[in-house]
């Protein structure tokens, strides 16, 4: 590429991050389940909402990511963004469960359009703007460190603004966003990566045969994301439904909230350091242990103690998140990359539509200490099987012979 076409794709990743930045500033967030609970929500009807928004993602994912890589991957994330602001400008209306499951019935569709397209696209403009493979780990954990900060700064905010009211919270949240859609509108879309002579639907064809059937490794990664997604996943609504059980008062949710996304991110933006210093398979290693650890010691130690051991749990999952990304990304060849990403939030958003409504119907039925215990027997019994294998293979996260980039 010649140096004057650089600069537009090379401020696209600028934007990215701060793209990723915004994107999750959604102050309500932090104190979601209490806000509900004041609306009549009960931990039941909460996980119900969270497995039907999961399963529009769900329905969602793969078609949006197809979208992003055959209509364009700025279109695509223009439009998710709008509906995104959209539905966060119509949330203070809603007061019912017919009302919130409307709102989480279009946050669904705008997140799917969302996932997937904003990782390939920030990744495509790192090569097109000339940048080296080798560097990919460092940008998708930079990547990782701006959303999570982003989350952390809007949960703070959340925290101050909530101490008003719910109403000034649910507003203001509106208001912010809008603010990703006018970043996106500055991204230039990358060149399309030459074709490879075959058509569309026999590289598809070969994308889904190297990540689910041929090469195991690549379909132990993916498999191994979709894991740590959905342990995350559920972690996130756990923790608010944990700190009100321990006392914690609700002017604190935000600071905890925003603890643990910058400690995610900064995991991440270590995870090439990390990996590097002490090996792919320590780190590895470190990935699955580390949220188990998280899981069983919050069942043991209700309050402060089993809170501070619950940073291990993003901690692991954010050096898993980026090694997992960027071993994808080196496989798959760039023509379908958002739409194997989807695939893989496809995986989260299922395994959640089954395991969260479990999650809510234990919490109300045996309290949270037995449900975090299951949790941490089903997630070592996925460390056996999916990560352990990882662990001991060779060169487990080196690009498969033959993968086109």
């Known amino acids: 590429m010649a140096a004057r076409d650089r600069p537009p794709v090379k401020k696209n990743i600028a934007l990215l991050y701060g793209f990723s930045f915004f994107d999750p500033f959604m102050i309500v967030i932090p104190v979601w389940v209490p806000y509900l609970a004041t609306r009549g929500i009960t931990m039941r009807q909460f996980m119900e909402l969270q497995a039907v928004f999961a399963l529009v993602i769900l329905c969602g994912e793969v078609p949006s990511g197809l979208l992003s890589d055959l209509w364009g991957r700025k279109k695509t994330l223009l439009l998710g963004s709008t509906l995104k602001a959209i539905s966060f400008s119509l949330l203070p209306l809603w007061s019912s469960y017919e009302g919130f499951l409307f709102y989480h019935l279009t946050m669904g569709i705008a997140l799917s359009m969302i996932s997937g397209g904003d990782v390939a696209l920030l990744y495509d403009s790192h090569l097109a703007a000339g940048g080296e493979r080798s560097r990919g780990t460092a940008v998708l954990g930079n990547m990782q460190l701006a959303g999570q900060t982003g989350a952390a700064v809007s949960a703070l905010l959340g925290g101050a603004v909530v101490t008003l009211s719910y109403g000034h919270l649910l507003w203001t949240n509106a208001l912010l966003s809008w603010i990703p859609l006018l970043l996106v509108l500055g991204v230039t879309e990358p060149p399309a990566a ?62 905890l909230f925003a603890s643990y996304n ?22 590895l290693a470190a990935v699955g242990v580390l949220p188990i650890v998280a899981y069983f010691g919050m069942a043991s130690f209700l309050g402060w103690g089993g809170i501070l051991l619950g940073i291990l749990a993003p901690v692991g999952r954010g050096l898993g998140e980026v090694l997992f990304l960027e071993s994808l990304n080196q496989r798959i060849s760039s023509a379908f990359r958002a739409t194997v990403i989807s695939m893989a939030n496809l995986g989260i958003r299922a395994a959640f539509c089954l395991l969260g409504p479990l999650v809510g119907y234990g919490i109300d039925g045996w309290g949270l200490p037995s449900v975090l215990s299951a949790l941490g027997i089903l997630f070592s019994i996925a460390f056996v099987f999916l990560l352990l294998p990882l662990v001991v293979r060779e060169r487990s996260l080196s690009p498969a012979e033959g993968v086109k980039q």
């Open 194 to 255: 030459p074709g490879t002579g075959k058509k569309r639907s026999e590289d598809f064809k070969e994308v889904l045969s190297t990540t689910l059937v041929r090469d195991g490794a690549t379909r132990l990664m993916f498999l191994n994301l979709v894991a740590s997604g959905t342990a995350g996943l559920v972690m996130v609504w756990a923790h608010q439904k944990y700190w009100q059980d321990s006392g914690v008062p609700l002017v604190y949710f935000g600071v």
């Open 262 to 283: 910058l400690i995610f991110g900064l995991a991440a933006r270590s995870a090439a350091l990390a990996s590097a210093r002490y090996g792919q398979r320590s780190l």
